[in-house]
């Protein structure tokens, strides 16, 4: 459910994210000050506990969303995709994919694991011949005997038509790329695409589409029309030129087409490795969609970011962006990395949104000639008493000048009062005063007299032996 002013989408994990536990609090400052509580509130605090539909009429709320500055998303039906649902309100959903060879049963298996257990929601294989559509069957067999059933999608690309039908038997969602799909051969010295050979090639990818729809429709599984920027069809290069119209174009056809076979469990991407290509397409396809009254969800991503701070850099760019505009459901992102790295950006972009809360929020002043204390050091060891309980918000501030006022919105604050002393603040009510050495493990007392305080999980106090990390296919 989306966050819309002071309606929070909350959700509790363990290490960078695990299970989530998924509560809508509603926060209540009438005293100058904001506490998150799990559930019921403590010492007759004021917290309500909202109704999973109790935003569905958002009617008299655009007053207090302008106010907060919350994120309004677009509205978009719901898409199942094994246990996990994309749109429909529902929090933003992670995926990856993994780099094993689809046809390494064990290995493809152990990547998707290792994927799921840090965070990810739905995980992607490639699917490039029929060996490796037969192979998906065995993986989604043994992750269901030796783990659990993991959301999978399905990555189909060149003449894919019988590959596509073959593993759609055996994952949720089947990623179909327009440009590929049906491969139109480029003709040397072609100048133009007639309106009748236009007609003809877009009647064939109906053609090669249509079994899949089908296939799809009837299983109750989805679809992912992926379009990207560096393999559009020849006809709609010609047609539209290297442009977001001519992406939005091709997706536009595939929709008629599904829609046309009454299938509507599908899902769309506008990727490119361009950061204002990827925008100006999405936005394109979200003023085409809704013209239409096509609600379809969208999936977000810059493909081919490269690896590294500019690779995140890029990503978050072009995914942040949509998703503060209200667009985007579901998000990759595309780092040339080990596909584990990729989760917690998904987070932090996520978090730093307000669209969904998988660790601690932590506000910290960036330190000048005020700071009474070391702040990367103190910072540091505050993340280290508290990371485990991702519901709260604690601020580090360096000095009283600026602090009590910049961390208005944690729940728990820790500032420097006078050299060898901090203060420690529940929301903007400063509670005591206490020596510095002492900080971190009173702010903790404290956190255990308001009755939020978690023990760490089992895992964190006593963490199994080191183990030689598995080679990963490049």
């Known amino acids: 459910m989306m966050g819309v002013g002071f309606i929070l989408n909350t959700n509790v994990g363990f290490g960078l994210v695990g299970r989530e ?76 994919m993994i780099n094993e060879d689809t046809l390494n049963i064990d290995g493809a298996v152990e990547a998707i694991r290792k994927l799921h257990e840090v965070g990810c929601e739905m995980v992607r294989l490639t699917c490039v011949s029929m060996a490796h559509a037969h192979a998906v069957g065995f993986i989604k067999q043994k992750l269901r005997e030796t783990y659990q059933d993991v959301p999978l999608v399905a990555d189909v690309h060149h003449n894919g038509m019988r590959i596509a039908l073959e593993v759609a038997k055996h994952v949720d969602k089947v990623r179909i790329n327009p440009g590929l799909y049906v491969f139109e051969k480029p003709q040397p010295g072609r100048t133009e695409y007639s309106p009748e ?54 997706a536009l056809e595939c929709v008629e087409v599904c829609n046309e076979l ?73 780092l040339t990395e080990d596909p584990i790295k990729e989760i917690p950006v998904c987070y932090g972009i996520l978090q730093g949104l307000g669209l969904r809360r998988t660790m601690v929020e932590y506000v ?45 919105d944690a729940d728990y604050g820790y500032v420097g009062k006078t050299p060898g002393f901090i203060s420690l603040y529940r929301g903007r009510e400063e509670i005591r ?26 895992e964190e106090l006593t963490p199994e032996p080191s183990k030689a990390p598995a080679s990963v296919a490049a």
């Open 21 to 96: 536990i998924g509560l809508n609090v509603c926060r209540r400052r009438g005293d100058g000050f904001g506490k998150m509580r799990m559930m019921g509130g403590v010492d007759g605090e004021k917290v309500s506990v909202l109704g999973k539909n109790a935003m569905s009429d958002q009617s008299g709320m655009r007053e207090l969303l302008d106010m907060t500055g919350a994120i309004s998303r677009r509205a978009t039906r719901a898409v199942r995709v094994g246990d996990v649902w994309i749109g429909g309100g529902n929090p933003v959903v992670v995926q990856s």
């Open 364 to 408: 910290a002043c960036p330190s000048c000639g005020r700071t009474l204390f070391n702040l990367e050091e103190v910072l540091d060891k505050v993340r280290k008493a508290t990371k485990h309980m991702p519901s709260l918000s604690i601020a580090v501030m360096g000095c009283i000048v600026n602090g009590p006022g910049e961390m208005a």
């Open 197 to 250: 050979e236009f007609k003809s090639a877009k009647q064939e990818l109906k053609e090669k589409l249509q079994p899949l729809i089908v296939s799809l429709r009837d299983q109750g599984k989805a679809m992912r029309i992926g379009v990207n920027h560096g393999s559009l069809a020849e006809r709609m290069m010609f047609t539209y030129g290297d442009t977001p119209e001519g992406m939005v174009e091709s």
């Open 262 to 334: 009454d299938f509507h469990n599908l899902v769309i991407s506008m990727k490119a490795s361009k950061v204002p290509v990827m925008l100006a397409a999405y936005r394109l396809l979200a003023k085409r969609l809704d013209e239409r009254g096509w609600d379809i969800p969208l999936h977000l991503g810059v493909t081919e970011a490269g690896d590294g701070e500019y690779g995140r850099i890029k990503s978050t760019l072009g995914i942040g962006t949509l998703l503060s505009e209200g667009l985007g459901d579901t998000i990759r992102v595309s």
């Open 433 to 458: 005063m206490v020596p510095e050495a002492d900080g971190v493990q009173e702010l903790v007392a404290l956190l255990k007299e308001d009755g939020v305080w978690m023990d760490p999980p089992t």
